[in-house]
């Protein structure tokens, strides 16, 4: 149905202009970007455009509600080595909170120390465009730099002692999360979003040997090969006796759950048993030890993990 969909799009608008039907939006920040504690953003910060449904309106007193009313349009990782975050995403709809005229919000989150870091800025300026209506000259450009004013921040801050964004400390507040048909959209073009050999959960379009579910369950770019969220595996001395222990640093945003797998030849791979103890999980971090401890003449052991999305 997509294709005849975008066929008949594009049929229409060689014909006439009278339905545009989508509309590009450039969204980016540019200078330095600071966590509450003074120190920079990392690439697990996350930043997305999108609004509030129902009327809602986020204060720093109801955080706890803003995720359940947060529609996002779409999401980029910060860029440490840029100093900046940049999105693209395509408006298909004029449906609340996306509204002609609604106001439109960037929100960014991350992980801090013992709390969520977040900022959430709008700007005077920044409204959702009317989806039936060609956008001239080019596409709206919502920015956070320097250069420009009439930001307001609900928490956070813009533009304060050079600092372009800072975020603050947020507690107890659920952050957006993202499915993964939510992720495919973000991150691929319309015209590959049909083909299971590009977007499909066990593909790996960069060839980096990590598949679209595991670039999707650790935030990474599917398009740009890292190995960057590989896990790590400790073997940890708890009373005298070793344990093997893997942390994983999982995206703030993904709706995924994961089983370890045990192998001993790398063939056959059985659920752990007995089940692993989870040492840590909190803020996208989570830290499980194999219950059973190694010890001289313990057989090899190869873990993997398996990830199941909604
Ligand atoms: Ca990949």
Redesign the pocket.
Known sequence: MRVIRSVFLCVAASLSFLKAGNVDIAWQSSGPHLQSNGSAMTSRFIFEVGGFVDGFVPTSENTAQWAGKWRSLGGANFQPANLRFQGASTLTTNQDPFGVSQQVYIWGYGLGGSSAEWVLIRNTSWAWPDTTVPFTPSAPFYTVTAAEAGYTTVVGHVNQSGIVIKSTAVSNSPTPSVSYTAWVVENFFISEQSDPAIVGQVA?????????IY?YAFGTN?KQTSMASVPQLDIMNVNSQSFAQITMNFSPRAQVTMQLHQSSDLQTFTALSPAPITVLNTQGTLILRDSAAIHTGSPRKFYRMQFTSP
């Open positions: 790996d379009p960069d060839g980096d040997g990590q598949t679209n670039e599917p």
